[in-house]
C-alpha cells in the first residue's frame, strides 16, 4: 500500500522506567511496559484541542488467544468460563488456547523505540508460554506496532500472532478502543457501533450490567458486514458543550471475528481478530486507528484515509524510519522476537 509520510509537527519522545510518553502538537499518550501493559496506558490519552482524556483502562489493550469450545461439554477447571447466567462471558462456548493475558500477566514488555520523519513508533512483542488442553504446547508469538504520527489527533496500531497451535478457529481478544468506567470522572454521553442499527446508543442503556450475547454482540457473517468498523464514545464534556468522540476502528471489517459491546460493572469493549483455521507456523493480525475527533463525519473521513490496513511496516533505515505502510492480511510475515 502506498507509503504515509508526516512532517506537520514535532513527536517527543520521553523513555521512563516503566513506560514511553509521547507528545505530538495534538495530544498526549503513554505507552506502559511494566504493570498493565500493551497498548496505550489508562487515562493517558489527552485530547490538548478539548483537554478530553480516555475513561478506561486503556487503549487497544492485548490478551490471549483462544478458540470456540465444543458446545455441551463440562468446562475444565481453570479453563474459560460461560453459561447462560454468565454475565461476564455469556453463554458464548470459548476455551483458552494459549495464555498467560498479555496486559495483567506478562508484567514487563521488551519495548523498540524508534523516531521518523514526523512520527515515532513503538514495538512490543511477547511469547506466550501456558498451554490449554487439548493444545501440545505454548510459544506462538506476539507483536504491537504503534505508531504515533504528527499530523493530527490520532494513532495506529497493529497486532500480528504467529501461532504454533492448529485450530480451527484461532483469535486474539483485545479491547478497542477500550473499556470504559462507570461513575467515575467525567462520564459518556454516547456509544457509536458502526455494525448496529440503531448506530448511537445512549449512555442510558448501560444503566445495568448485561452479558455480551443480549444485545450489540457482533460476529462475523451473521447480518449484514459493515461497510466500516467502527467503535467510539463520546465524552462528557462538564462545561455543557458537546464532547469529542473517541474511536477505535478496525481497518479491515473481515478480521473482526466477533465484538462485545456490554455492561459488568463498567463497559465492556472486547474485540476478537483472527478466527479463522491456523496451522503452527501461521501468521494473522489486525491494525486499528484510534483517535479524537469532532463529530461522526470525521470518524468515516479518517477511516477511508487508512482503509484495507492489517498491519504496519517501517519504511527506510532500521533505526531512523521515513514513513510506513499498510498491509493486508495476506502480506503480513512471521513475527520474529
Known sequence: MTPHRHAEGPVRIQRRPDRIEIETPHYRAAVATEGYVS??????????????????FGLSIVDFLLEPAP???????????????????????KRYVEGPQICTQARRLPATVLEGDGFAAVRLTYRWHIAYPPHPRAGSAWEQTLIFPGDGRYLLSADRVTTVSESPELFLRID???????????????????????????????????????????RRGQGLKPE?????????????????????????????YQAW???????????????RPTKPGDTFGACYLLGWFDDLDALEAAYDRFRGFSGLVLD????????????????????SI
Not at 205 to 217: G, R, V, Y
Not at 261 to 275: D, F, N, Q, S, T
Not at 316 to 335: H, M
Request: proline share 10%; aromatic share 10%; charged share 25%.
Open 71 to 93: 458446545p455441551g461439554e463440562p468446562i475444565p477447571k481453570g479453563q474459560y468460563q460461560f453459561g447462560p447466567d454468565d454475565k461476564i462471558h455469556g453463554n458464548l462456548p
Open 39 to 56: 497498548g496505550i496506558a489508562a487515562g493517558s490519552f489527552l485530547d490538548k484541542k478539548t483537554g478530553a482524556r480516555d475513561l478506561g
Open 176 to 218: 478497542m478502543p477500550g473499556h470504559i468506567k462507570i461513575g467515575q470522572g467525567p462520564g459518556f454521553e454516547h456509544i457509536y457501533l458502526s455494525y448496529h442499527d440503531p448506530a448511537v446508543l445512549p449512555a442510558t442503556e448501560f444503566a445495568a450490567d448485561f452479558a455480551p450475547d443480549e444485545k450489540f454482540l457482533y
Open 261 to 275: 459491546c456490554h455492561r459488568r460493572g463498567y463497559v465492556c469493549l472486547i474485540e476478537e481478530i483472527g478466527g
Open 228 to 256: 466500516r468498523f467502527l467503535r467510539a464514545y463520546q465524552v462528557h464534556r462538564p462545561d455543557g458543550r458537546e464532547g469529542p468522540w473517541l474511536a477505535g476502528m478496525t481497518l479491515n471489517a473481515d478480521d473482526v
Open 316 to 335: 527506510g533505515p532500521a533505526d531512523r524510519p521515513t514513513g510506513f505502510r499498510g498491509l493486508k492480511q495476506d502480506e503480513l510475515t512471521p513475527v
